[in-house]
């Protein structure tokens, strides 16, 4: 089983910054692609960034495009979300996933693709 644990999150104000880890351990070998989603109350799961493994590619939402940088540390398991100029639209619970031979690169921001989540780490953006 793989394991994913989040950290990082934080309450701050808008125009600052955060960076967000997500932790594999367990079985991690074989997954497709590592990204992370958010959701805020009352919304549905949102596709934020996605690190696809077999071939490198980055994706991005466009709401984040430009601010945000998804990158992975293989020696560490780890993959971050660097996330600057923060907006208050950006505050949601964020989760960390994995994908595996279902996923498509042409959704990658469907969260029906991942399998396995991690419980997911808050952040706040507000004046």
């Known amino acids: 089983q793989v394991q994913l644990v989040e950290s990082g999150g934080g309450s701050v104000q808008p125009g600052e910054s955060l960076r967000l880890s997500c932790t594999a351990s367990?079985?991690?070998?074989?997954?497709?692609?590592i990204g992370w989603f958010r959701q805020a109350p009352g919304k549905e799961r949102e596709g934020v960034s996605t690190?696809?493994?077999?071939?490198?590619?980055?994706f991005y939402s466009d709401s984040v495009k430009g601010r945000f940088t998804i990158s992975r540390d293989d020696a560490k398991n780890t993959v971050y979300l660097q996330m600057d100029s923060l907006k208050p639209e950006d505050t949601g619970l964020y989760y960390c996933?994995?994908?595996?031979?279902?996923?498509?690169?042409?959704?990658?921001?469907?969260?029906?693709?991942?399998?396995?989540w991690g419980q997911g780490t808050q952040v706040t953006v507000s004046s």
């Open positions: 996933a994995t994908a595996h031979y279902n996923w498509r690169a042409s959704t990658w921001y469907s969260a029906g693709l991942y399998d396995y």
């Open positions: 367990g079985f991690t070998l074989g997954y497709y692609a």
């Open positions: 690190f696809s493994v077999t071939d490198g590619r980055t």
